[in-house]
């Protein structure tokens, strides 16, 4: 891939307009980029936290509220992303007129409440309330990080600064494990009181409120602390309308339509595991979630950080010689995890089905910094959040609705037996495994074209 340089920020705040021809290029990325990276990266670090911890509190929310496992699904997944889809494109698309880290901050104070909230919930019903602020809050947050990023890091780095953002969702996907884990252990002996006019809060409720309030702090730092980037290589300040976002998607549906599929698929994985991962050691090794959450979280972090930093250096080193090198590493990654994710439900230890799971996942993580470098290098400036935006729906409203309803459903009305939770797992693996790698690869070449049509046309 070409070089090119990083626009500079403006200090101001203000509304981020198109850089004059050429300043993109020669201004240089300095520390505040790499500081807004990590901030960023924090943020995506809460969102994965207040979104996550639900999965260890499977089993005492089932006994507390009377829920199925269906009905827990819906409050994962449904009830999250439902709202998740409702409230994504309006914001996203303020996000590409104007100023991004307000969208974020905003966000991250919205959802952060509603976490809490779900601390409160005495019904399924008021949970879903509470999971659908969550839902539709966090829908603002990385459409606009990941188009600010794209503005701070030069294009032959993108890959390592997603590499850096990818281990704040992955840190908190594991942090939901440990520090949930964590808590619960710490607070089972605590008895659940009686709140007047709100109901019984049990020890479990307790867990939202401490992983929810924090991220209040965060968005305070961002408004303070982080500059608005200007807009590299930008050619149309208001922002793109709808109807152009979709008539670029028309014109390049040949790497759209794979890819969208692709990473719909992908998700449907990710999520229906992580939901269920530790009601499957709790339900196959008898480990409860406070054995097993800091556990499977410190697993998943170890292997994604090696995976997505590792993967962003082959991304760097394979384009050299390849445009299409960013979704040529991402169908590696998920080509040749397979064998061992599918593998590890089967384990007859619990030890063993970590150790395969953390094989496959540094595998798998190698592909997150590609994809996210693949889809904004290919995509206009004044575009860039409404296009993840549309991934993200993809990804996190009808992957995360889907693929934890998808394997409830399963074991409710097929398998008929929580014990075979683990049976489920593997035929979710082996059957969506190689269907998602077929259609990455089919996206492989008309991505090299569109990356090229960009630089072509001056992008950055």
């Not at 953002?165 to 619960?184: H, K, P, R």
């Not at 992983?211 to 305070?220: R, S």
């Not at 190689?434 to 089919?442: F, G, N, R, V």
Request: proline letters at 6%.
């Amino acid at each position: 891939m070409n070089a090119s340089k990083a626009g500079d920020f403006s200090e101001t705040g203000a509304s981020p307009g198109v850089q004059p021809e050429g300043a993109a290029k020669t201004a240089q990325m300095g520390a505040g980029g790499w500081y807004t990276v990590f901030v960023l990266a924090f943020v995506a670090m809460f969102a994965q936290i207040d979104r996550g911890v639900i999965s260890l509190v499977v089993q005492p929310m089932k006994r507390d509220l009377g829920l199925s496992d269906t009905e827990v699904s819906l409050l994962i997944g449904f009830a999250f992303t439902f709202f998740y889809a409702c409230v994504g494109p309006p914001v996203s698309r303020i996000s590409d007129r104007g100023v991004r880290k307000t969208v974020i901050a905003a966000s991250l104070s919205i959802w952060s409440i509603g976490t809490a909230l779900c601390g409160l919930a005495q019904s399924f019903w008021s949970f879903f309330a509470a999971r659908a602020i969550v839902g539709g809050a966090e829908s603002g947050s990385s459409p606009a990080s990941l188009s600010m990023m794209a503005d701070v890091v030069p294009r032959e780095k993108l890959p390592r600064a997603f590499a850096v953002y990818n281990s704040g969702v992955m840190g908190g996907m594991a942090l939901s494990m440990v520090f949930g884990g964590l808590l619960l252990g710490m607070l089972a002996n605590v008895p659940s009181v009686e709140l007047p006019g709100i109901g019984h809060i049990h020890n479990w409720h307790l867990v939202f409120v401490i992983v929810g309030l924090p991220g209040l702090l965060v968005a305070a730092l961002i408004m303070l602390t982080v500059p608005e980037p200007r807009r590299k290589g930008g050619k149309k300040p208001g922002g793109y309308p709808i109807r152009e976002v979709f008539g670029f998607l028309k014109a390049n549906g040949r790497m759209h339509v794979p890819l969208l599929l692709g990473v719909l698929i992908m998700s449907m994985q990710s999520f229906g595991i992580q939901a269920w991962g530790p009601a499957f050691y709790e339900r196959t090794y008898g480990w409860g979630p406070a054995t097993a959450g800091p556990l499977i979280g410190l697993t998943g972090l170890a292997s994604s950080l090696i995976g997505l930093f590792v993967g962003a250096k082959f991304c760097e080193i394979l384009g050299k010689r390849h445009d299409d090198a960013n979704l040529r590493v991402l169908f590696y990654a998920q080509i040749f995890s397979i064998p061992l994710v599918a593998i590890a439900p089967m384990m007859p230890s619990p030890w063993l089905a970590l150790a395969c799971t953390a094989g496959g996942g540094v595998i798998a993580g190698m592909g997150g910094p590609a994809y996210n470098a693949a889809l904004q290098l290919s995509t206009p400036n004044e575009m860039r959040a409404q296009m993840n935006a549309l991934y993200l729906f993809t990804i996190a409203a009808i992957g995360g609705g889907l693929g934890p309803l998808l394997v409830a459903l399963l074991t409710d009305f097929v398998a008929q037996n929580e014990a075979a939770l683990r049976y489920v797992l593997v035929g979710f693996r082996l059957v969506l495994g190689p269907l998602d790698a077929i259609l990455i690869w089919m996206a492989i070449r008309p991505y090299g074209q569109a990356y090229r049509a960009r630089l072509a046309e001056g992008g950055e």
